[in-house]
């Protein structure tokens, strides 16, 4: 951040992407709002791990909007922020899970299955709907991880919920909410050399132009 150099011009966004990103957040938003209330209502620590992460998309797709117009160093810097984010996301849930597992509480099947199931859909609309961006800068590619995660994730619950039905035991949604943690390091990882790499980039192209002037100055 503290880097004073210009930005290279920005690159357009492909063109949808900004509505596509508003869809996206008031979709994030609302099922947040419904996965914590069931989270808490069944005790499900895989829900509530998909709940943050509603909640965590929600943000990242508000800080994209803001930087949406801004060069590609700002954007990389966008990127890397989420992408650190994502990481920390699944060491939380990582710790949320040691911690249910201690005390043994067993989540209520039925409303996972549910809720599950809904978000899942939400999920799938959205991942369908940002599909096509899933190749542009570092910024754009988080978007499209972060719903694809989502969508993994909702498959995973509603996999919880049936095996928490059948066993009577927490360890479907203990385990179901480990893979979750595990899967938001991974991409946050990603996301994060992404970012590095078009920072890089960027920061290389802004200095061209300077060493161009520089250069034609001496002559």
Known sequence: ?????????????????????????W??????????????????????????????????????????????????????????TMATFGLVVWARAIWIAQTGITPEPLTMGAVGLLALTANVSVAVMLFRFREGDSDMRSVWLCSRNDAISNIAVMGAA??????????????????MGTLAVTAGVSVVRHARKDIAEARSESMQPAANTSSSGSR
């Open 1 to 25: 951040m503290a880097c004073t150099c210009s930005a290279p011009d920005p690159k357009s966004p492909a063109p949808g992407f900004r509505r596509a990103l508003w869809i996206a957040l």
């Open 27 to 84: 979709v994030n938003l609302a099922m947040f709002l419904v996965e914590g209330i069931a989270s808490i209502q069944s005790g499900s620590v895989s829900l509530m791990a998909d709940a943050i992460d509603f909640f965590g998309d929600s943000a990242n797709y508000i800080l994209s909007l803001s930087v949406l117009s801004m060069g590609m160093l700002w954007r990389g810097r966008a990127a890397m922020i989420k992408g650190l």
């Open 162 to 179: 049936l095996g928490v039905f059948g066993t009577g035991s927490a360890w479907p949604d203990l385990m179901v909410a480990a893979i």
